[in-house]
């Protein structure tokens, strides 16, 4: 490899690290849920505009930096994506999710398995979700208490009980 080409690679590496490791404080900061995938977008964006604006900077101050933080702004966005994947993922398996009916209205709850937290949402046909409720659970043989400082719910044999005036079936998924 010619000294120029292993210069430059040394650079897009450190560049590399530096956001592999500020993404990785920063997921771990934020802890985000599948349902705030949205925000991603927004920080992909955010991401992308940091990095063009330290290459633009950087070409005047030391020009040699110019080439390799315009490659990262675009290796960076895919590495901070393929890791808001991986942690998508293992906060799924961590998630426990039921859905149900009720008026004509789509319903989710999450039970999260690490820390006993629930959040309830309501589910619009867009896809969206409304979180109308949070607190945490207990569970006891085969009925999962929801409390938070209003409301007492809990789920009993697939069953919500003390959300409506009836007894409402679950779907799990």
Known sequence: MKPKYRSLAI???LAIGIDVLLFFVFIVW????????TIELLLLMAIFVINIGLAVAFKYIIRSWYFPLILNSTVAILIFHILMIGWYA?????MHKMQFLNSGKSYEFFLDKKDTSYNFYE????GSLNRIMSGQYKTSRDT???IDPVNQMRVYKDTLVGFAEK??????E
């Open 11 to 13: 650079k897009l590496l």
């Open 30 to 37: 934020w802890k985000p849920t599948p349902d705030e995938s």
């Open 90 to 94: 293992y906060q799924d398996k961590g």
């Open 123 to 126: 589910k619009y046909r867009d």
């Open 144 to 146: 999962v208490y929801l």
């Open 167 to 172: 007894k409402i079936v679950l779907k799990e």
